[in-house]
C-alpha cells in the first residue's frame, strides 16, 4: 500500500502548494521545468515533475531526469573526506600541508601587501569555508581577479589546481573570516591523495554504489544523454537562454578536472538516498557510510562561538543566506529560524548548487526536502526560500505524533 501524506504527518492537499509555486515559476517563463521531492520518516511522498527538461526540444520532464547538481557535490565529498577521517588518516586539525606541501607558507592579501598568516589553514578550515580560499568568479577582491588570470578553476585536473594555489594568496588568515570557496574542491584532492584512489573512483566505489545512486558521477553516459537536462541563464528580462545542451555538453566527455566542489550530475532519486542516509545518521537501508557520531559532528555549528555567517564577515555569494545560519563540516547548519527570518527548525541542515538546485534535511521533524531545475545563477529567484516555508506549512502532526 502506497503511503500518503498524511500516513507521516504532512497534509496531502497543503503539499499541492509547492506546485501551484513551481508551475507559476514555469507558466511566467522563468523557468523551464523543475522536481520537487518531500520525504519524511523515509517515506517519499511528494514527488513532482513539471515543465520541460529541454525546452528546445520540447521533452517534458521526468522522474528520472539527471541535473547538473555543481554544489550539491560539496555534501558528498565532505563525506568522502570523512569516512578517511573514521579511518585514522587525520584529524581535524591536520594542517592541509601535510599533504599539500605548498599550503606550508601561504600569505595573506593585504593593502599593505602579503604577510604571514597567523596559523597554518586545517582540514577543517576547508569542509567550513574558513580557509582563506576564493572562488574567482566572485569578482570581489584583488585575490579573486589572480584566480581569473591564473584560470585556478580551469585547471586541467586537481594535481594543477592544487600547483596554482599553492602560488596564490589567501583572502584572510584561515579560521577568522568565512568565504565561499574552492575549498571543496581541496577536500577532494585529499580524497584521492589519501585514499591512492582516483577521487572519481572513490566515490563510485564508496558512495554511489554502495547506497545504489545509479546515475551520480561527473559525466552522463552516451546512452543516457535523452535523460540530461539543458541549462539556461537567467535573462535581465526574466526569462532564460540556452547556455549548456545536453547534446553538445561538457559533461559528455571525460572530465580532467574531477571537482569536488561542483562537478557532479545525479537525479532526484539517487540525492534522496544520500540525503536519507544522512537523515539516517550514516545509514539507509543496511548500508552504513559514516558512524552516527560523525554525522552529528557534521552537521555541528564549526562556525567560532556558535556564531552565524553574518558574524563572520563581510556577505559575498554563497548558496545560503547568513543571518541565522551557521557551517558546519560541509553543509549550512540553521541555528535560528527567528534570525533567519524563515520557517525551519534548529539543527537543519542543507546546501544548494548554482543551477538552483537545493536540498535540506531537517532531523527534528525527519524531513528531506529537494529542488531539482537547471537556472543559473541560484541567485535569480527566491524559490528556495519559497519552497521551505511551502514544505514546512505541510506539516500536520509532529515526530512524535502517529
Keep these: 500500500m502506497r503511503t500518503t501524506p498524511e500516513d507521516v504527518g504532512l497534509s496531502g492537499s497543503r503539499l499541492y502548494k509547492i506546485d501551484h509555486l513551481t508551475s507559476r515559476y514555469i507558466e511566467e517563463g522563468r523557468l523551464a521545468g523543475t522536481i520537487t521531492l518531500v520525504a519524511r520518516r523515509g517515506e517519499v511522498v511528494h514527488f513532482s515533475c513539471q515543465g520541460r527538461m529541454d525546452v528546445e526540444a520540447d521533452k517534458e520532464m521526468e522522474e528520472d531526469t539527471i541535473f547538473r547538481i555543481y554544489s550539491m557535490t560539496k555534501p558528498i565529498t565532505s563525506v568522502a573526506l570523512m569516512m578517511l577521517y573514521e579511518d585514522g588518516h587525520f584529524q581535524l586539525d591536520c594542517p592541509v600541508s601535510r599533504y599539500i606541501p605548498g599550503f606550508k607558507h601561504l600569505k595573506v592579501h593585504t593593502p599593505d601587501g602579503l604577510v604571514d598568516t597567523e596559523r597554518e589553514m586545517t582540514i577543517r578550515d576547508l569542509l567550513t569555508h574558513t580557509s582563506g580560499l576564493t572562488y574567482g568568479f566572485m569578482n570581489a577582491t584583488p585575490v579573486d581577479a589572480m584566480y581569473r588570470a591564473e584560470g585556478v578553476e580551469q585547471a586541467s585536473d586537481l594535481e594543477e589546481m592544487m600547483e596554482k ?201 525527519e524531513l528531506v526536502v529537494m529542488l531539482l531545475t537547471q537556472l543559473m545563477p541560484s541567485s535569480a529567484y527566491p524559490i528556495r526560500r519559497e519552497l521551505r516555508v511551502l514544505a514546512y506549512q505541510s506539516l500536520i502532526h509532529d515526530d512524535k505524533e502517529a
Design 165 to 365: 594555489l599553492s602560488d596564490m594568496p589567501l583572502l584572510f588568515t584561515p579560521g577568522s573570516r568565512w568565504s565561499y570557496s574552492v575549498a571543496t574542491d581541496v577536500c577532494g584532492y585529499l580524497v584521492q591523495k589519501i585514499s591512492d584512489t582516483p577521487f572519481d573512483e572513490f566515490l563510485k566505489e564508496q558512495i554511489f554504489e554502495p547506497l545504489e545512486m545509479v546515475d551520480t558521477g561527473f559525466t552522463v553516459p552516451a546512452d543516457q544523454v535523452h535523460r540530461f537536462a539543458a541549462n539556461y541563464q537567467h535573462t535581465e528580462e526574466g526569462g532564460f537562454r540556452l547556455i549548456d545542451s545536453p547534446e553538445a555538453s561538457v559533461y559528455l566527455k571525460p572530465r580532467g578536472l574531477l571537482s569536488g566542489g561542483g562537478g557532479l550530475v545525479s537525479t532526484a532519486a539517487d540525492y534522496n538516498r544520500f540525503a536519507q542516509m544522512l537523515l539516517g545518521r550514516g545509514e539507509y537501508e543496511g548500508t552504513r557510510i559514516l558512524g552516527r557520531k560523525t554525522i552529528e559532528l557534521m552537521t555541528m555549528n564549526h562556525l567560532p562561538n556558535n556564531g552565524d555567517l553574518t558574524s563572520m564577515g563581510q556577505a559575498v555569494f554563497s548558496e545560503t543566506p547568513y543571518d541565522g545560519i551557521g557551517f558546519g563540516l560541509g553543509f549550512s547548519v540553521m541555528l535560528d529560524p527567528a534570525k533567519a527570518q524563515i520557517l525551519g527548525s534548529p539543527g537543519e541542515f542543507a546546501w544548494g548548487g548554482a543551477a538552483s538546485t537545493y536540498f535540506f534535511v531537517d532531523p527534528a521533524e
